[in-house]
């Protein structure tokens, strides 16, 4: 029995001791301050240097060329093809797994036996002039098939036929100054607008809630030529015969119309085909200048205002319909273009992470183009391509990142957002627990003078920090740090220390991931000179003639600005997921809230009467950002003096850097818009374009009673929480909604909640704004 007493002691003993030394390996492994290849050691620094060196040119070159030798619109079997393609080659490279996820959304295709176009009929109904069929195919691509003709996906078919009558860009403005000033009625009439100012859908929803019948648009010379460029081949500008395609839904960022909030998957409950979510109820077509000419020249009318006139050789006069011996002609729309539910697929590839597996740096671009997509968008898929080439190179010498890296070819970009919206709606659980930022990779360039930033504030510091790494790809600049060329190049109106950053747009794929999600985001580009070329876009966008050569020819010869692009993309990706603590700023943040609210300071300034006769008060509004701003600056302090040698110190830290841009996501969206989720980076729901947003959310309506609501609850402990929401309603009816949650380290509280019906303009805040 002794014996045996001892023998169970001595179990014991190796139990414990046995237990104790995985215990203490478990906690000497997590208590590492990095591991050897983080951003924050010498390995990671060098590390970072090899990735950046390792893009090439000439690979870049070389993967846009094997992408854009044929059409690969979304849904068709080339596309899918390049799909395949695109997952073995990233298995290749060295990913730890690649898949195709698919999704059944609806589509929009031209009729191939009933083609669009436009004609000018007489009298008796006889066709007497008729719009191109197709666009004049560059040259080295006449024996291509499968080039889509110009068209508007999900345009409504018909056949209308009525007067025509010119509205300028189609702006809300533009359509009340039509009305309003020159008395013209577009109800029942075929409008014609030019592209540019406003989303193309904006430019149909707006004829629809005018009346109009069906809509024209087409890209003028004054907004889509560059001064002194020959037109394609012999330039880059867009030639006579050229027409931008492209959606014209109205989706507010719902995804696939017929699973608005949910991933089009079999088990999912669908719309009909004609409920769909945003589709326009009026037959709509792009076309060429050149025919435009023909259905302007003869107008009649109105002589329209300077700023209505372009730069073709007609008069843009306004109608409605035509003059002197053309009076009895009309224009017809002849539109039958199908809708249809069609697979799609998304290419997700993924390294995994070292230490944080369940944290996950994302970037995203779309595969799917309209024509060839030699600029969008496969200048950006070549750019992530290379960089998977490049982080498969590292991976063969050892490195892994701390944190999840997810590589992402998204499908149907061009009808609506679709493959990355159904892929985040299919994941919306883990990425709002685990995304840490998503970076876009659309097109990667756009014109030929410097780099162009657009992200989220927290990550402002981080992109200065990185193209200080990164050699400019101009000329004559060798040696000269591509941040050092983007400052000369382009720097802040107002706050001339640094190179301008913009603010995050829409249309294109980190939509869903930015606005409905909170994932902190950003997209880099090469681009114009914003202050001289003051064209939309670039000339040949959306049409047959982005092409391979367009590129190698007159944007990027060397192939340098490309792989600068590709260095700040995935720069960037390497330092979110490598870095120890994540390399996010909520000083950045507070830096241009604050901006954004002396901006609207300056604004209520400037319109006494009108603050006064609406009763409009935004000393709340201002009094939260300067709660938050406090709090940003508190913690900014706590991120100097962090122990990084803890590793629970340093995750909740990053956690709450993570979930910053979170805390100002409302979960029932904007007002009439669900799946605009954040609210201190939003656009108005009017004057929207996809490059062109406001800070706040501001809407307009006409009520008939006024009434001031804010609320403001600050509340300082451990970790720092803050949800702005600013709603606005000015014409006869205010009402402004300010919420602001802060949590600090100062163990501090205050709470203040104020409802009143009279306009304050309190000084303390305006001098703290100002």
């Not at 998204?410 to 659980?429: M, R, V």
């Not at 300034?605 to 709340?620: I, L």
Request: charged fraction near 20%; hydrophobic fraction near 35%; glycine fraction near 8%.
């Amino acid at each position: 029995m002794r014996n045996e007493s001892r023998f169970i002691w001595w179990i014991l003993r190796i139990v414990v001791v046995t237990a104790l030394f995985f215990l203490g390996f478990v906690i000497g492994w997590f208590a590492k301050p990095t591991h050897p290849h983080t951003a924050d050691s010498s390995a990671s620094g060098r590390y970072l240097r090899e990735f950046l060196d390792e893009m090439q040119p000439d690979q870049i070159r070389e993967h846009l060329r094997k992408f854009t030798r044929l059409p690969h619109l979304a849904g068709t079997e080339q596309n899918l093809k390049y799909a395949e393609q695109i997952k073995n080659e990233w298995q290749e490279f060295g990913l730890d797994s690649v898949e195709m996820v698919p999704y059944d959304v609806l589509l929009s295709y031209p009729n191939k036996s009933r083609p669009n176009y436009i004609s000018i009929v007489d009298q008796l109904g006889n066709e007497v002039f008729n719009t191109s069929l197709a666009e004049p195919v560059p040259e080295g691509y006449e024996d291509v098939a499968d080039i889509v003709p110009p068209y508007s996906a999900f345009s409504a078919k018909g056949q209308p036929e009525g007067d025509l009558v010119y509205v300028n860009y189609g702006r809300t403005e533009d359509f009340f100054q039509l009305q309003r000033e020159m008395g013209i009625n577009p109800t029942g009439k075929i409008v014609i607008v030019r592209y540019g100012k406003i989303f193309r859908g904006n430019k149909v929803k707006n004829a629809v809630l005018a009346g109009a019948k069906g809509i024209i648009m087409f890209s003028d010379p004054a907004d889509y030529w560059a001064a002194g460029v020959q037109p394609y081949p012999d330039g880059w500008n867009l030639p006579g015969g050229g027409a931008q395609r492209g959606n014209v839904l109205n989706l507010n960022g719902a995804g696939d119309p017929l699973t608005p909030g949910y991933p089009a998957k079999e088990y999912t409950y669908r719309f009909s085909p004609e409920d769909g979510v945003g589709l326009p109820r009026i037959p709509v077509h792009p076309i060429g200048f050149h025919d435009a000419v023909h259905l302007l020249k003869n107008m009649g009318g109105h002589i329209p205002p300077n700023n209505w006139k372009g730069a073709l050789n007609v008069s843009y006069k306004i109608g409605p319909g035509f003059a002197n011996d053309f009076q009895s002609q009309k224009v017809r729309m002849n539109i039958h273009t199908n809708n249809q539910v069609t697979r799609i697929y998304n290419v997700i590839g993924r390294i995994r992470g070292a230490l944080e597996p369940d944290r996950y740096v994302i970037l995203g671009g779309h595969r799917d183009a309209w024509v060839f997509g030699g600029i969008d968008p496969m200048s950006g898929a070549a750019v992530v391509h290379e960089t998977v080439r490049s982080a498969g190179k590292l991976l063969n010498k050892g490195w892994r990142p701390r944190r999840t890296i997810i590589f992402a070819s998204w499908d149907a970009e061009e009808f609506g957002l679709l493959g990355s919206t159904e892929w985040a709606e299919d994941n919306a659980k883990l990425l709002q627990e685990r995304a840490v930022a998503y970076i876009n990779a659309d097109s990667a360039i756009e014109g030929m003078y410097t780099l162009r930033v657009d992200c989220t504030p927290s990550l402002n510091t981080l992109v200065y920090d990185l193209t200080k790494q990164i050699t400019s790809p101009e000329e004559g600049e060798e040696g000269v740090s591509l941040y050092d060329s983007w400052h000369k190049r382009d720097n802040w109106t107002n706050d001339r220390d640094a190179p301008r950053i913009s603010k995050l747009g829409s249309g294109s794929d980190f939509e869903a991931y930015f606005i409905r999600l909170g994932i902190a985001a950003g997209r880099a580009r090469y681009t114009k000179n914003r202050k001289t070329e003051r064209y939309s876009s670039y000339p040949v966008y959306h049409s047959v003639y982005e092409t391979f050569e367009i590129v190698e020819q007159f944007y990027d010869p060397s192939f340098r600005r490309l792989r600068a692009v590709a260095q700040v993309r995935g720069g960037l990706v390497f330092l979110l997921a490598d870095s120890q603590l994540l390399p996010l700023s909520a000083d950045q943040y507070a830096d241009s809230l604050r901006k954004y609210a002396r901006s609207i300071a300056q604004l209520a300034q400037r319109h006494p009467e009108e603050m006064e006769t609406f009763q409009v008060s935004f000393d709340f509004l201002f009094s939260a950002v300067e709660n938050f701003t406090v709090a940003a600056r508190g913690f900014h302090e706590r991120q100097q003096t962090l122990n990084r040698a803890d590793p629970l110190q340093v995750r909740i830290m990053n956690d709450q850097l993570m979930y910053l841009e979170r805390a100002f996501i409302d979960p029932l969206g904007l007002p009439g818009r669900p799946f605009y989720r954040l609210v201190s980076l939003n656009h108005a729901r009017t004057h929207m374009d996809t490059h062109t947003w406001t800070h706040t959310h501001t809407d307009t309506h006409e009520h008939t009673n006024t009434n001031t609501h804010t609320h403001t609850h600050t509340h300082t402990h451990t970790h720092t929480h803050t949800h702005t929401h600013t709603h606005t309603h000015t014409h006869t009816h205010t009402h402004t909604h300010t919420h602001t949650h802060t949590h600090t380290h100062t163990h501090t509280h205050t709470h203040t909640h104020t409802d009143k019906n009279k306009l304050t303009l309190s000084p303390q805040y305006y001098s703290k704004i100002l």
